[in-house]
């Protein structure tokens, strides 16, 4: 709870919104920084937190579901600001006493027309409707006592409201996506002119208050970072790096899934730009030893995460470090999506440095990056003087390959995916669309299918390819290659790889699929 005490800082209670995320993102975008926790702390905790102000997240529920999450009705008389959004202003309706009209559902663009000027429409032309996005089965026709309407649709009479003695607002729209054009100027006067929040949250900032917190957390105790060569153990190494400078070491672990020369291009550039001891350790056999006859993604992520942990505890014991600590490049949709910290939404997959680790083991974790995400990451490496080529790296996930051969994962499986992988990235690299793309990658799919080649049939794997675009990979899209640059790529993958006879491209967003197939 201590670090970035110093920042202004806003708490959103998440009610499971899709969007809960979304509100993080444009909130830390202002400089202001904030936290997503369960709507199930005490007040006494939110008192320790001491937050600027608060944001009711959206969600599924119906506040007269038997199940709903709410909220200690004081938490509206603390002195704090409070936004509730969609869910959450129909839960401050609800604590104060208003109806809550139930099913009509509403989705999509609708214009708001502000009736009463307010701090948080500064800026708004009464006189010009406003496009926002709607996304609600419930709504609330009348403010409660106390409260007063500032604005409406044509098919919600109440579309934001704010009590008349405190500040505390609702709005029945999604000032967070970017359907709602002028959503940041909502959130920006909350956050300004509202809690009067100064934006202090920078990379700059950051790097100094996370240098000073891990000399503090090793103190003089040796320690070991788990490095993939991807942007965020390179950030976090050097971050730690930063602090405690010859203390750590770091180790790069060919785990037997990496992708093609992975291993060779990770450890030349990191020697040549990075001054810290590095350690690179072949474990191929005993990680296919550990997947073997593994064909569910979760137990395969649990295999992989189990297995690092056991190398590096040998590794560190090998070389007499006598680590206490480990460094790992965890981000905060790792944590979010991991251990569905958000009360009442679903776990979506355990990524494997937060949800795969054993439940003992010698090190305690340092995660420096744990409460930023993947762009932000980005940022602090550029600041930190980072290579482009570090720094602009697609994301590659930590049980690597073996989430990607679907099904078992053998050696045999893993040599044609590597090959059809190599030819994808460099047909990108060749038509200058690495940068274009937030993450490309090939699947090896577990079906085979029929063709045709030179007179004869064949029987053999299925290639799928992907490559999205994201901002922070909670949400992407599939990227809209050229027509010719996936003809050359599935020429060349069918001709030079054996054993593959069909090349499929991906067209799915996320949501509803997610940017790895397992
Ligand atoms: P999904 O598939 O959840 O992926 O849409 C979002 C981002 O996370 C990466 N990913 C992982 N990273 N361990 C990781 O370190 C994992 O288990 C894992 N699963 C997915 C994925 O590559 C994408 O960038």
């Keep these: 709870m201590d670090q970035h005490r110093q920042h202004d800082r806003i708490l959103i209670l998440d009610y499971g919104s899709q969007y809960t995320q979304l509100i993080a993102r444009r909130i830390r975008e202002e400089r202001v920084y904030c ?5 199930t702390h005490g007040l006494d905790w939110i008192r320790e937190w001491n937050p600027n102000g608060i944001v009711l997240s959206g969600g599924p529920s119906s506040v007269y579901g038997t199940d709903g999450p709410t909220a200690d009705p004081e938490l509206l008389r603390m002195g704090i600001p409070i936004l509730g959004i969609c869910y959450g202003m129909q839960l401050v309706a609800h604590l104060e006493g208003a109806e809550v009209e139930q099913g009509r559902r509403e989705y999509g663009r609708a214009e708001l027309t502000i009736v009463e000027p307010d701090e948080l429409f500064d800026g708004f032309d009464p006189a010009e409707p406003t496009t926002v996005w709607c996304s609600h089965g419930d709504h609330v026709d009348a403010p409660p006592p106390g409260y007063r309407m500032l604005a409406s649709t044509p098919t919600l009479p109440v579309a934001a409201f704010r009590a008349e003695d405190r500040e505390v607002y609702g709005v029945q729209f999604h000032p967070e996506v970017a359907h709602t054009p002028r959503g940041e100027e909502v959130l920006s006067n909350f956050l300004f002119k509202i809690c009067r929040c100064t934006p202090t949250w920078t990379a700059g900032a950051f790097i100094d208050e996370t240098v000073a917190q891990i000399r503090e957390q090793v103190g003089d105790r040796a320690t070991v970072c788990g490095l993939s060569g991807g942007v965020d153990s390179s950030v976090a190494a ?18 037997g899934v990496l992708r093609k020369g992975e291993r060779e291009a990770v450890e030349r550039t990191f020697r040549k730009h990075m001054g810290m001891r590095l350690i690179v350790v072949d474990a191929r056999a005993e990680f296919l030893r550990a997947l073997e006859g593994v ?8 295999a992989v995460g189990n297995t690092f942990i056991r190398v590096f505890e040998r590794v560190a014991e090998e070389e007499g470090t006598d680590a206490g600590f480990l460094v790992q490049g965890t981000l905060y949709p790792d944590v979010i999506e991991s251990l569905a910290v958000r009360g009442p939404s679903a776990t979506i997959k355990t990524h494997h440095n ?3 680790l054993p439940e003992e083991m010698h090190f305690a974790l340092v995660e420096p990056l744990r409460e930023l995400f993947k762009d932000e990451v980005r940022q602090v490496g550029r600041e930190l003087g980072l290579p482009e080529e ?3 790296r697609h994301p590659f996930p930590g049980p690597g390959l073996a989430i990607r ?5 053998t050696e045999e499986r893993l040599h044609v995916l590597r090959e059809a992988d190599a030819i994808y990235l460099e047909e990108i690299r060749a038509a200058g669309l690495y940068d274009d793309i937030w993450q ?8 085979r299918s029929v063709g045709v080649m030179g007179d004869a049939r064949t029987y053999e794997d299925v290639v799928a390819l992907r490559a999205v675009t994201s901002r922070d990979g909670m949400t992407a899209d ?3 290659f050229p027509h010719e640059v996936l003809a050359r790529i599935s020429t060349r993958i069918i001709n030079e790889v054996a054993g593959v006879n069909r090349v499929t491209y991906d067209i799915s967003s996320k949501p509803p699929a997610t940017i790895e197939w397992e």
């Design 405 to 409: 051969v679907l099904g078992e994962v």
């Design 238 to 255: 050097t971050l730690v790096y930063r602090a405690i400078g010859e203390q750590l070491t770091c180790i790069f672990v060919d785990n």
């Design 390 to 392: 570090f720094v602009g």
């Design 354 to 356: 937060v949800g795969g």
């Design 440 to 447: 490309a990658f090939a699947v090896l799919l577990p079906v």
């Design 478 to 480: 599939w990227y809209h």
């Design 35 to 39: 936290e997503i926790h369960p709507p």
């Design 295 to 302: 064909t569910d993604p979760e137990a395969k992520r649990v």
